[in-house]
Structures are given as structure tokens and as C-alpha cells.
């Protein structure tokens, strides 16, 4: 769990000298950084889905993790969360939502494939140097969405210590069925959702990105049971 705490430590940090170079920011080109920050994230997920090897488990991952996701209604919860945070925190005038920052910062930190295979190998056998390494990603990241996005960024550092945190724990309860075929297929299924988060910053969609998070975990079952039928 070591190098869970060091990510979160460097988000907590970076988020602080991103809310202290957001002052010194004008709007516009907070508003362009933003527009940016979107392409970029729609690259980092395309690039990750193409680690997938069945199509079939994508599409049965998604569309069974939406089913689920919207029947627990994970985003709503997670938002409303956010936003009794957000009449607490956020300053008169201030343009970006609370939730926002929150719930963008903790889907791009916690569902990628550094998150997924890193946690697994920190759960599975101790090695942390993937997530180390995420640590110092997260450290910049959350200073360019911070300085976007506002204080929610920093919120998003409780979600990637338990998120982080579960997946480290419960590794090795999982690990007959984590196979690299199954791994592959997490990674395929949390990129999409990166980049469905992404077509949301730029503006082109609305998703309730959060709905769809189920579908990283669903492989764990999917797979082996495709291998059966098939």
C-alpha cells in the first residue's frame, strides 16, 4: 500500500501548486488548456483500447457495466458527493464547478492502464515501480488540471486512495483469474472509458462517464467464461 499513499501525497501536492499558479491564469486560456487537456485524454484512451484483444468482451464489458452502473447510479452519487463539497469550498464568482474538477481528475487518475496493471503488480508481488512511476505523471497532471479545473482536483486524491487501494487488496484474492488475456481486456475497457471522459472536457458529450465504470472489472468473469463457450 506504500506506493498507494505516495500517489495520493503527489496529487494532494501537485493539485496545491496548481491552485497556486491558477491565480496568475487568465480565463481564456484556461479555457484553451482545457479544450487541450481533452485531445490529450482522448489520445491516452484510443491508444489503451487498442491493448485489447476481444472485441466481444469489450462490448459485453460496456454494455453490462453501463446496466449496472446505471442501476446503481454511480455517477449521481459520486456527483452529489462532489457537490456537498462544493457549497462548502467553492468562492463567489468562481466560474468551474467543484464536481467537475472532482469527477474528471478521479476518472483520468484511477482508470487507465497504469492504474490497473500497476496496482495488480504492487497487490501480486510487491513491485511498486509502476505505480512510483504513475506517482510522478499524477504529480504533473494534477498541476495542469488543477490550475483548470479548481479544487475538486485535489478532492479526487480520497478516490485514488480507495480505488488504488481496493484493487491493491484484493489482487491476490483474484489472482487464479488475472491472466494477461484478462488484463489485456481491463486495460481496453478502462481506456475507452478515458476516452469517452475526454469527447465530455472538450465538449462534444455529456456522458455519465462514472456509470460506465463496472466494465473495467467485468472481464475478470467475462473472459474465462467466453473461453468455455467458445
Known amino acids: 500500500m506504500l506506493a498507494v499513499f505516495v500517489n495520493t501525497l503527489a496529487v494532494l501536492i501537485g493539485s496545491a501548486v496548481g491552485l497556486l499558479l491558477r491565480k496568475g491564469i487568465p480565463q481564456r486560456i484556461t479555457d484553451i488548456l482545457m ?21 466481444l468482451v ?3 464489458s460496456v454494455a ?4 449496472i452502473g446505471e442501476g446503481l447510479d454511480l455517477d449521481d452519487k459520486l456527483n452529489r458527493f ?14 468551474v464547478s467543484l464536481a467537475e474538477g472532482f469527477v474528471t481528475a478521479s476518472l483520468l487518475f484511477c482508470v487507465g492502464a497504469m492504474t490497473i496493471v500497476g496496482s495488480l503488480q504492487a497487490g501480486l508481488s510487491g513491485d511498486y515501480e509502476m505505480l512510483y512511476t504513475k506517482s510522478v505523471l499524477d504529480l504533473i497532471s494534477s498541476m495542469v488540471f488543477a490550475s483548470s479545473l479548481g479544487f475538486g482536483v485535489m478532492l479526487s486524491a480520497a478516490f485514488v486512495f ?20 484478462v488484463i489485456a481486456e481491463m486495460v481496453c475497457s478502462g481506456s475507452l472509458i478515458i476516452f469517452a471522459l475526454g469527447l465530455n472536457i472538450v465538449g462534444i458529450t455529456k456522458l455519465k462517464v462514472l456509470n460506465f465504470l463496472p466494465a473495467i472489472f467485468l472481464p475478470i468473469l467475462l473472459c474465462p467464461l467466453l473461453d468455455l463457450v467458445m
Open 35 to 55: 479544450k487541450g487537456l481533452g485531445l490529450c485524454t482522448m489520445y491516452i484512451g484510443w491508444s489503451g483500447t487498442l491493448k485489447g484483444e476481444n472485441t
Open 58 to 60: 469489450l462490448i459485453l
Open 64 to 67: 453490462m457495466g453501463i446496466v
Open 82 to 95: 462532489a457537490q456537498n463539497m462544493e457549497h462548502r469550498f467553492k468562492k463567489n464568482g468562481e466560474k
Open 162 to 181: 480507495v480505488f488504488q487501494g481496493g484493487i491493491v487488496l484484493l489482487a491476490q484474492f483474484i489472482a487464479p483469474l488475472l491472466t494477461d488475456g
